[in-house]
């Protein structure tokens, strides 16, 4: 593969790049990149989480990139996920990479580390010292966006040495690229800016695109990252979003609630599933309806989905039923794992067991 088939693949993933330029030159001088995304586990895991991560992260490694996922059990603990329970929030990372597994994640180039493991490392709080020395409470505080929270907010000391924490991360894991989503977008600027003030290299940032949330979308004036962050997929609200791990009857009971404006394409999330999912995972969507409707039909192009939904050719409960279907044919593996493995099955039962926090 050629270096622009390489950044063909990684622009599919990226919503956003920082830049361009540095991706090139960075694909010019090593053949295998590393890339890093770290996640609190925190409840059961979402289609954004599961379906898409696996989707970005094949992409990224099919590009040459070796990918480290940091699984960030003492973040969680200091974010106070699974009510600040740190041996609940273990048992849900190993839960998150099962997952993973099943739905198919190529792990050829994958590698999993546990931010427990270099708790003990001088050298990693030395880099964190670092990082807080050169910057204000004020502007850590900005990043707070990065934990699921708003600067007005009352953090925690905890909360407030995160950030430096996460920006540490990379220069730990000798990161190229880090490759997480939009609303880590500020923690991932905070790197680009210390990065040569400390003596390290400076990471090219490649945002994904966030999944809304299945209700309708709020008001608001926001652009850009800001609005992904208040449209995103949200566990606060079981019935704005699909777990990995939900049953046929719950998806197509959510998906039929779900918000889906008639002729409109634009934060309309069932149309939006069909993109960023059901196109990327199968390369099609089959519409199935009866003939004094207008007959079966198979999308092999969003876009030509996308135009006749706005036409008004394809009404919203033939586009549900068709996602309903495709988002449960992506699940079938997942269900089956969880079902016929013990250690997942033992797993999802006591993550199911546990109460979720924000």
């Known amino acids: 593969m050629d270096i622009e088939e390489r950044i063909k693949l990684i622009k599919e993933v990226g919503e956003e790049i920082l830049t361009e330029e540095e991706l090139r030159k960075l694909l010019e001088e090593k053949k295998h990149p590393i890339a890093y995304d ?8 979402h289609l954004a989480q599961g379906i898409l991560r696996a989707i970005n992260v094949n992409k990224m490694t099919k590009a040459g990139v070796i990918f480290k996922f940091w699984v960030a059990d003492w973040f ?26 099943a739905c198919g994640m190529d792990m050829t180039n994958v590698e999993f580390l546990w931010s427990k493991d270099v708790m003990g490392d001088d050298e990693y709080w030395k880099k964190v010292v670092q990082i807080a020395r050169i910057n ?23 909360q407030i040495f995160y950030p430096c924490m ?13 490759q997480l989503g939009m609303d880590q977008r500020k923690v991932n600027v905070l790197a680009r800016e210390v990065a040569e003030k400390l003596g390290y290299k400076k990471p090219v940032v490649i945002s994904h695109h966030m999944l809304m949330g299945l209700g309708m979308p709020p008001a608001s004036d926001k652009k ?44 309309n999330p069932v149309i939006e599933y069909a993109k960023y999912l059901s196109f990327e995972k199968f390369g099609k ?74």
Not at 79 to 95: A, F, S, V
Not at 136 to 149: A, D, E, L, N
Not at 232 to 242: E, Q, Y
């Open 38 to 45: 770290g996640f609190e586990p925190s409840g059961r895991i």
């Open 76 to 101: 969680g603990w200091m974010n106070n996920k699974m009510g600040g329970d740190l041996e609940k929030i273990r048992i849900t990372g190993e839960y998150f990479i099962e997952v993973w597994k």
């Open 136 to 158: 204000s409470v004020k502007r850590i505080t900005r990043c707070s966006q990065i934990m699921g929270r708003s600067e007005s907010d009352e953090l925690s000391a905890a």
């Open 166 to 178: 996460q920006c540490a991360d990379i220069f730990h894991l000798k990161a190229d690229i880090t």
């Open 224 to 267: 850009g990252a800001d609005r992904c962050i208040e449209l995103k997929m949200s566990k606060s609200n079981p019935d704005s979003a699909i777990f990995m791990t939900d049953t046929e009857e719950e998806v197509k009971r959510k998906i039929n609630k779900a918000y889906c404006p008639e002729k409109i394409a634009n934060e």
């Open 285 to 358: 969507l089959e519409i199935k309806r009866p003939e004094k409707f207008g007959g079966d039909l198979v999308f092999t192009s969003y876009t030509d989905l996308e135009k006749a939904y706005v036409k008004g050719d394809l009404h919203p409960m033939d586009l549900k039923n068709a996602m309903a279907n495709s988002i449960n044919e992506m699940l079938k593996p997942v269900r089956l794992h969880f079902e016929r493995n013990q250690k997942a099955k033992e797993l999802l039962e006591k993550v199911n067991g546990f109460e979720v926090t924000r």
